[in-house]
């Protein structure tokens, strides 16, 4: 069939000057309702003009289950992207499986509204588990801003939204500073994951806005779902204050896949939720390889993807993600964990984002540096001291960060991730203040 490229109209002027090195695309399909768009691109079609013109009948394709469905790209928070290919039947259990009363749950009665571009981690899977189970899906168009979003979620009485934590900080933010109210009471439940979910989030969304935040936890290489968190009978009876710290890990496997907890030396941890190892997971809709990259048999080692995530289990199951092995501060030899930090720094009521990288250090090889953006009314007053006081009683005195540094904004990658290579790079000659 002919090879075509479906393109947003605000990226069709950057597009427009490379067409013609595209040689093998046929057809330019603008994504618009929009009569009046003109474009140079050769062969350009109006989406909804193809849509309007085409047939009622479908004739399905007979494809071969393990052929390749897609193919979407890691998000470079740690090196240079990687190629992930989805197979057909991956696409297809992990839509079952998000479809699960005990995973995410997709049903027919729901709106779904994903603030995840369709090129992240195959958008979660949420086109395919909102089309399996019949759901109307929303989205939100170009660049939408948290006042866009909340008008959606009253206009469109959204029940369902996902997306990674800094779209949530940034609705919280937009609600504090505007004074705006908006009505939450269609929302059953928020999915964020991406990176680790701040329990003072999760606490935040469900005291001010009556919302229920779900943390979930998985990556490109995993059509993204690894693990849900939702809690089992079982702990019903724990007390809130351990049903909100149980709120903040990343939850418990999904089934359907295989995960194993190992030291350095491939040898197997046990699930205490003290000990800390490298998580490997395996299953059907676990990538195999890297497209193209030889990057993978350092990854995909003996049938187990190798995730670079360091994390404990507890005996329940639940996953407690510590860091990326890349974004780990080794100190002394001894490791320090910057999501921990930065998960307790984000508590503070004057702090909007931060970010914890590793500075060089002389004597102990490396230390830790905060990099914090203050919410709009504390620039300029909140203190580095302040900060470190914070989150004091909580850390061992070697795991304090070094230094504070006060930024406008932490740089992020095109799908909302905080980009710490950019910090690390940034602060490669950082000396801190006495």
């Not at 992930?84 to 995410?104: C, F, K, N, P």
């Not at 030396?265 to 997971?281: A, C, H, K, T, V």
């Not at 003996?302 to 974004?327: C, E, F, L, M, T």
């Not at 914090?372 to 909140?382: E, I, W």
Request: proline content about 6%.
């Amino acid at each position: 069939g002919d090879k075509v490229v479906l393109v947003d109209p605000d990226l069709v002027p950057i597009l427009e000057p490379l067409a013609s090195q595209f040689e093998s695309v046929k057809h330019f399909i603008i994504m618009t309702d929009d009569q009046n768009f003109t474009t140079t691109l050769p062969s350009a079609h109006n989406y909804e003009d193809l849509i309007s013109s085409a047939s009622n009948t479908y004739s399905p394709v007979d494809s071969d289950e393990g052929a390749p469905a897609g193919l979407c790209y890691t998000s470079a928070t740690t090196g240079r992207p990687k190629g992930v290919i989805y197979s057909h039947r991956g696409i297809v259990l992990h839509s079952m499986m998000e479809a699960q009363a005990d995973t995410i749950g997709f049903r027919e009665r729901d709106v779904v509204l994903p603030v995840v571009p369709m090129f992240h981690a195959n958008c979660w899977g949420v086109p395919y588990s909102s089309a399996m189970v019949g759901a109307n899906l929303v989205l939100t168009g170009i660049r939408p801003d948290p006042e866009a979003i909340c008008r959606l979620f009253e206009s469109e009485k959204v029940t369902l939204s996902l997306g990674v934590p800094t779209i949530w900080v940034g609705i919280l933010d937009y609600l504090e500073r505007s004074g705006n109210t908006h009505d939450f009471t269609s929302l059953r439940e928020i999915a964020s994951g991406g990176s680790a979910v701040p329990i003072s989030l999760i606490e935040a969304y469900r005291e001010k806005l009556g919302v229920n935040m779900v943390q979930a936890y998985g990556m490109t290489e995993a059509t993204p779902v690894i693990s849900y968190n939702r809690r089992t009978s079982k702990l019903d009876g724990i007390t809130e204050r351990e049903k909100l710290q149980l709120a903040g890990t990343q939850g418990a496997m999904v089934p359907g896949l295989e995960m194993r907890l190992v030291d350095d030396g491939g040898n197997d941890l046990p699930w205490d939720g003290e000990q800390r190892g490298e998580l490997l997971f395996k299953g059907p809709w676990i990538a195999d390889s890297y497209y193209n990259d030889p990057r993978s048999v350092d990854t995909f080692i003996d049938g187990w993807y190798h995730s670079g995530d360091i994390a404990s289990v507890d005996p329940n199951g639940y996953i407690q993600i510590g860091d990326r092995v890349k974004d780990m501060v080794k100190s002394g030899g001894e490791w320090i964990s910057s999501v921990d930090l930065e998960t307790a720094i984000i508590a503070h009521p004057d702090v909007l984002e931060a970010a914890v990288v590793a500075i060089p250090h002389e004597r102990w090889g490396e230390r830790p540096l905060a990099c914090v953006v203050p919410k709009s009314d504390a620039q300029g007053k909140l203190k580095k001291g302040e900060v470190l006081d914070f989150i004091r009683d909580r850390f061992a005195s070697w795991w304090m960060p070094d230094d504070v540094v006060f930024i406008d904004e932490i740089p992020k990658t095109s799908v909302g991730k905080f980009d710490k290579k950019v910090l690390r790079d940034r602060y490669q000659t950082y000396e801190p203040n006495a």
